[in-house]
């Protein structure tokens, strides 16, 4: 057996381990999700996701550690935008807490496969194209200025064709039957509003692949380490939403600092050929900027949040 497929097959075990527990032993019914065992199991990921560095380190070497680190680190990053979405999504179709777990839970297993595709597509056509690299990095800086000048982006899951396509011509029910995605009524099968809201999120998904995908490709372009550190990225996803949900709107300082660290890895992505930013610098200045925009926005609150 190769090193390369036995790296595969260790991370597939890890992460097979993890839904399994998270399945079988802490959401085996529908409930809503007590902040401290959110807390727990956003824990969970989070070290397993750090923990597997270390793998990275004694299997491919420090440098692509440090890599797997800071594509763990800006991915994280900007899946925390993916909360703001979800957020306003279970609000626009009025999802009970109980079943907000389902819907994450089938939404970020459809992301996998999405930034798989992307992910694995990447490496091949940079592989064979190098001159995609400079595309993608005039992408990230343009993705970055967007960010920085948009503000607040609202949802509007009316506008969205696969659910406006799939409210048209798919049987729905009129209420939602537990966590079922489909049930049998008046003896037909029927989808309930929930899987209009898992449609909702993996097409708004696919929106932020396109983002998030060329940022951790400009910080390396090795299949294992970029594919793993989106996947532990995302799986801790879930749980974290549950434990920050209420604190999305204080952490106003995070947008411009994702946007800052987008031009930066796409001006990064255009000079590799001429500079030469070794990946411990990269992991520092993502870690710092992200550290300075989270303590400004604990230190120096909107000032309505100031009002009592």
């Known amino acids: ?130 001159w995609l690299i400079y595309l993608l990095g005039v992408l990230l800086i343009a993705t970055g200025a967007k960010l920085w000048s948009g503000g607040d982006e609202e949802v509007h899951p009316e506008r969205n064709l696969l659910v406006r396509w799939a409210s048209r011509v798919l049987p729905f029910t009129r209420s939602y039957h537990g966590d079922s995605f489909l049930v049998r009524s008046e003896g037909k099968r029927r989808f309930t509003p929930l899987f209009l809201v898992l449609l909702a999120i993996e097409s708004t998904d696919l929106m932020f692949a396109i983002d998030s995908v060329p940022a951790v490709l400009a910080v390396s372009q090795d299949a294992f380490v970029v594919f793993t550190s989106n996947i532990f990225a995302i799986m801790g996803l879930r749980a974290l939403y549950f434990v920050v949900a209420g604190a999305l709107q204080a952490l106003r300082f995070l947008r411009p600092a994702l946007a800052l660290i987008l031009v930066l890895v796409g001006v ?12 411990a610098v990269s992991l520092a200045v993502v870690g710092a900027i992200l550290a300075v925009g989270t303590a400004a926005s604990l230190l120096l609150p909107a000032r309505e949040q100031r009002r009592p």
């Open 1 to 130: 057996m190769s090193a390369e497929l036995l790296s595969w097959l260790v991370f597939a075990a890890v992460v097979v381990t993890l839904l399994t527990a998270d399945l079988m032993f802490f959401h085996r019914s529908a409930r809503a999700d007590s902040l401290r065992r959110a807390a727990m199991w956003s824990a969970v990921f989070v070290g397993t996701g750090l923990l597997f560095s270390l793998f990275v380190a004694a299997t491919r070497g420090r440098d692509a550690a440090f890599a797997y680190l800071t594509a763990l680190l800006i991915e994280q990053s900007l899946s925390v935008d993916n909360l703001f979405v979800f957020l306003a999504l279970f609000t626009y179709f009025g999802v009970p807490n109980a079943y907000q777990h389902r819907v994450l839970f089938w939404g970020i297993v459809g992301a996998w496969v999405m930034r798989g595709i992307f992910i694995f597509a990447g490496v091949a056509l940079i592989a064979k194209f190098h």
């Open 268 to 279: 990064k992505m255009i000079l590799q050929d001429v500079v030469d930013v070794p990946t």
